[in-house]
T-cell receptor, first 117, second 107 residues
């Protein structure tokens, strides 16, 4: 099956610093990647959708200047949380899709747990 | 925005029991996906349903897509503790998720 990796799996940073999370599709080319955040015992909340080579589309309420997304290639997307604050602490998950055919199957990374102190 | 509602939100059963969880919407979907997520991990794709009325089986799990492609169900037969997890449905061009059903199977 398709494999998506995320790095790092856990990160602790100080308030005011920036953190970059990488999402890679290892054995397929992802035309579209999605970034989600998940709070404890809740479902996934879509933050943004990115297509390779173009600007990401952000969901309402998600600050694009705070959550910078770069989809540099068909196998790599990065999410940078800038000037992180404690309320940004969350589980961040990416997914990748080939976006072909009728079934937009997504393959998820293992997630990155961000803790801002 | 196509919204997906899942029910029940929480379900706690004994090992060996059967259960059904639901994913409903007022919108028509070209496809729906079901995922299972365990704590601290990303969701894992279980199945994609595409055709109205479609039934797919994955061992003890049976997935059904409604005729009108607005709803789907997941039935688990003889649940086991290993089935414990958060079950999520997702669909639509914007790939949004339902709130999920948190299943606990007690030994």
């Amino acid at each position: 099956g398709a494999v998506v990796s995320q790095h790092p799996s856990r990160v602790i940073c100080k308030s005011g610093t920036s953190v970059k999370i990488e999402c890679r599709s290892l054995d397929f080319q992802a035309t579209t990647m999605f970034w989600y955040r998940q709070f404890p015992k809740q479902s996934l909340m879509l933050m943004a959708t990115s297509n390779e080579g173009s600007k990401a589309t952000y969901e309402q309420g998600v600050e694009k200047d705070k959550f910078l997304i770069n989809h540099a290639s068909l196998t790599l997307s990065t999410l940078t949380v800038t000037s992180a604050h404690p309320e940004d602490s969350s589980f961040y998950i990416c997914s990748a899709s080939t976006g072909t055919g009728l079934s937009y199957e997504q393959y998820f990374g293992p997630g990155t747990r961000l803790t801002v102190t | 925005t196509q919204l997906l509602e899942q029910s029940p939100q929480f379900l706690s059963i004994q090992e060996g029991e059967n259960l059904t969880v639901y994913c409903n919407s007022s919108s028509v979907f070209s496809s729906l996906q079901w995922y299972r997520q365990e704590p601290g991990e990303g969701p894992v794709l279980l199945v994609t349903v595409v055709t109205g009325g479609e039934v797919k089986k994955l061992k003890r799990l049976t997935f059904q897509f409604g005729d009108a492609r607005k709803d789907s169900s997941l039935h688990i037969t003889a649940a086991q503790p290993g089935d414990t997890g958060l079950y999520l449905c997702a669909g639509g061009d914007d790939m949004r998720f339902g709130a999920g059903t948190r299943l606990t199977v007690k030994p």
